[in-house]
């Protein structure tokens, strides 16, 4: 491990394994289904309070008009009293009551997919609580406001930041014997980690506040790595996809692991009987991998060493897109090839998204390939990363007169200003078949050029622009 940490920032294991007994049974997920919390997100758009609480009684408050979805007309409002162990943001008494709501029926598996939308609290649980607060009322401040933490105290001496403090509670609990507190912990470290990134600022030295921050991502990365080794696939690939938010990548083996990973071993109805939701079905994992590394594209990527902003290679203008040291051209070609891939549009769409992003000469072959796809929004996409790659001083210009003519570009005599999006969009719409057939002709002509090119990861912005 990188740097140094602190004594005492994780429990010992010895202790925690008896901390970490759950409220509930393992697999009992009732009022526990919204996984995907995002609590580095979570906390800064739809919390007032941030605490950890143990629930020690719940009371029913009858039926009532609900607060969070307008068109339920009448919801069961329980009353859950809690005693506050540690706050995360804001503070509190040290005992709370918590309003939150649920449909009346009940019926947290079988009913209605909104039933299982709602937070529900339980005595003798552990977790923490994301809360609006209105005078001396708390309530769950949305639909996804609850996370399964270890029980016992969690000491915050990664920092007094929020998302430090919060980082330590999952880093706590990505060891934890129960399964439900480990799977969270291990997806919410990716999320936590995330937003850490966008706070770490240049820092020179030791012992300040960006150092602290990246010491306590290098932390988050070596737990995650930790991680990727278990045997179970749904933790393993959760860890995978955490990485990429930690920028930490995973092996080229261990993502395509998943993607070859049969989608019937684990579908939808397993997924759910198990974890409350279907989310972590062999497909559903696929297909939030790729969603992933398309988002983590969209970001700046600062150094842990440093605090700076990486930026692009080769002297080329602008921030680094992905994470460095991932060979994305050499997974996607792989990627294209399985049976996961050709079933399903959404992920051919993040595929190509980050074709564009990045547009890498060793991704050509790819592009031209998805010109055939069935999804017109796909090929859309793959005519625009030929041209951001080959022609890319118009990138995203569909107009033929200045899109194709090479050595023209906006602002040169005669030509006016790029086209609003909606526009370009029509043109497309109309002249496609156009489009798509100077991208064949052109390939057929320069395959040659680009067909060599099996891997370039250690120069992933070599294009003909730069050349």
């Not at 009940?106 to 997919?113: E, F």
Request: charged share 25%.
């Amino acid at each position: 491990m990188q740097g140094s940490f602190p004594s005492g920032l994780l429990v010992s294991s010895a202790f925690m394994v008896l901390a970490c007994l759950p409220g509930l049974a393992a697999g009992d997920f009732l009022g526990s289904s919204n996984w995907h919390l995002n609590s580095a997100s979570r906390m800064q758009a739809n919390a007032d309070v941030v605490c950890k609480v143990r629930i020690t009684k719940v009371r029913d408050a009858g039926l009532v008009p609900s607060y969070l979805f307008r068109s339920e007309a009448n919801v069961r409002r329980e009353i859950a009293t809690a005693e506050v162990i540690s706050m995360i943001v804001g503070s509190s008494p040290a005992q709370i009551e918590i309003e939150y709501e649920y449909p009346r029926g009940g019926n947290w598996v079988s009913g209605s997919p909104i039933c299982q939308e709602f937070t529900k609290l339980d005595p003798g649980e552990i977790c923490l609580v994301f809360l609006r607060t209105s005078g001396d009322i708390y309530r769950l401040s949305r639909i996804q406001s609850k996370a399964r933490v270890v029980a016992s105290p969690v000491a915050y001496t990664l920092g007094d930041r929020p998302l430090l403090r919060l980082l330590a509670e999952f880093l706590a609990g990505a060891d934890c014997d129960d399964e439900m507190i480990r799977l969270q912990a291990i997806e919410e470290l990716g999320y936590v980690g995330d937003g850490l990134m966008e706070q770490l600022q240049p820092f020179k030295g030791r012992g300040g506040q960006g150092e602290r921050i990246a010491q306590a991502l290098r932390e988050a990365q070596r737990v995650i790595r930790k991680a990727r080794s278990s045997k179970d696939l749904v933790s393993r690939s959760v860890a995978v996809t955490s990485s990429f938010k930690l920028v930490d990548p995973p092996a080229l083996d261990e993502m395509l692991q998943i993607m070859h990973a049969d989608p019937n071993a684990f579908g939808p109805a397993e997924s759910e009987a198990k974890y409350g939701i279907a989310d972590f079905s062999v497909s559903s994992l696929q297909r939030r991998l790729l969603e992933t590394l398309d988002s983590t594209t969209r970001r700046l990527i600062k150094s842990l060493d440093d605090g700076s902003t990486i930026p692009a290679p080769g002297g080329r203008v602008g921030i680094y897109r992905g994470v460095p040291g991932f060979p994305y051209a050499r997974f996607y070609r792989f990627a294209l090839a399985t049976d996961a891939v050709a079933r399903e549009a959404e992920m051919r769409r993040s595929i190509v998204n980050v074709f564009w992003i990045r547009y890498e000469r060793a991704s050509v072959p790819e592009m031209i390939q998805l010109l055939d796809d069935n999804e017109m929004r796909i090929r859309q996409t793959a005519v625009s990363a030929l041209n951001e790659c080959i022609n890319a001083n118009f990138s995203n210009e569909w107009s033929r007169e200045i899109f194709y003519r090479r050595g023209v570009g906006p602002g040169a005599p005669g030509l006016t200003d790029q086209k609003p999006l909606e526009e370009r969009l029509r043109d497309y719409e109309r002249n496609e078949r156009e489009y798509i057939q100077y991208w064949k002709d052109w390939w057929r002509e320069n395959r040659d050029k680009y067909e060599g090119i099996t891997d370039d990861h250690d120069a992933p912005f070599l294009t003909d622009k730069e050349n």
